[in-house]
């Protein structure tokens, strides 16, 4: 396992951007499969994207297609969430987390070490 701390999750108007980060610790950070979830009160986790341990793909959930990008620095230990067009349906807390998950995994299951999250809230 890694361990991974969030940061960037802040209040924005919609229409805005955010861009949080996701910090992670361990030699072997650069091969697991790190995706980005998101819970907002009252209702499950969901899966926001995901990134090939290379970096070389990338997928996403249909609701954020087009609008959030994720990316990571595997030098410096580093996965981001660029979002931008931020819709009030965006507002949840963001979690960062890393796996042994196959390419375009959206399961949580797949995903064994988590952040503590980052709060994200558009205001409309």
């Known amino acids: 396992q890694v361990q991974l701390v969030e940061s960037g999750g802040g209040l924005v108007q919609a229409g805005g951007s955010l861009r949080l980060s996701c910090a992670a610790s361990?030699?072997?950070?650069?091969?697991?499969?790190t995706g980005w979830f998101r819970q907002a009160p009252g209702k499950e986790r969901e899966f926001v994207a995901g990134?090939?341990?290379?970096?070389?793909?990338?997928w996403y959930a249909d609701s954020v297609k087009g609008r959030f990008t994720i990316s990571r620095d595997n030098a410096k230990n580093v996965v981001a969430l660029q979002m931008n067009s931020l819709k009030p349906e965006d507002t949840a807390v963001y979690y960062c987390?890393?796996?042994?998950?196959?390419?375009?995994?959206?399961?949580?299951?797949?995903?064994?070490?988590w952040g503590q999250g980052t709060q994200v809230t558009v205001s409309s």
């Open positions: 987390a890393a796996g042994r998950g196959g390419y375009g995994t959206r399961a949580a299951g797949d995903f064994d070490s």
């Open positions: 990134i090939w341990w290379s970096g070389s793909n990338t």
């Open positions: 361990g030699r072997t950070f650069g091969s697991y499969v």
